[in-house]
């Protein structure tokens, strides 16, 4: 079988998150750290942080039930810094847990992982068109690379906390 034909990650459905405003109270999440280089992260280190926080997620039987729930973010708070949030459906003991709270307006966008900026901007146009500010912004990447060269498709989600 080729590389190509597994399922690694699972189809994304742009309508489930498309222009959609999220209200999250107190949202589990399991957070890591990585370091970046103007914020290009070192993919190796992305693939084994997120596979530890996916078996403590499994191990504590806490993972999304549906795989396509599933839903990790980063968001970077320096050039040199990234953050990773796993979302978990409850508390894992012995793992970094946080909540995440607040409105979240999500707008999926299509395009290479250097393209983030010109989505923020983008982003940043379709807030003001509903009289909205962003005070932050966190990425979903919907596909792993060897997934987006599958299915065609570099989506992410950029979710602005307004």
Known sequence: MNALDQECCPSFSVEKWD???????????LKDTLRTLFHIPFPPTIGKKITRM???AENAQVNMPDKRDGLVMFRDPSP?????????????EGANNTTISGTFVAKVFDGPYEAV??????????????????KDFYVHYAYCPKCAKKFQHNYMVLFAEV
């Open 19 to 29: 222009e959609k405003t999220f209200e999250w109270d107190r949202k589990p999440f």
């Open 54 to 56: 996916y078996h403590q």
């Open 80 to 92: 040199f810094k990234s953050e990773i949030y796993y979302a978990v459906t409850n508390h894992v």
């Open 117 to 134: 900026p010109k989505f923020i901007k983008e982003m940043n146009v379709y807030l003001r068109q509903q009289d909205k500010e962003a």
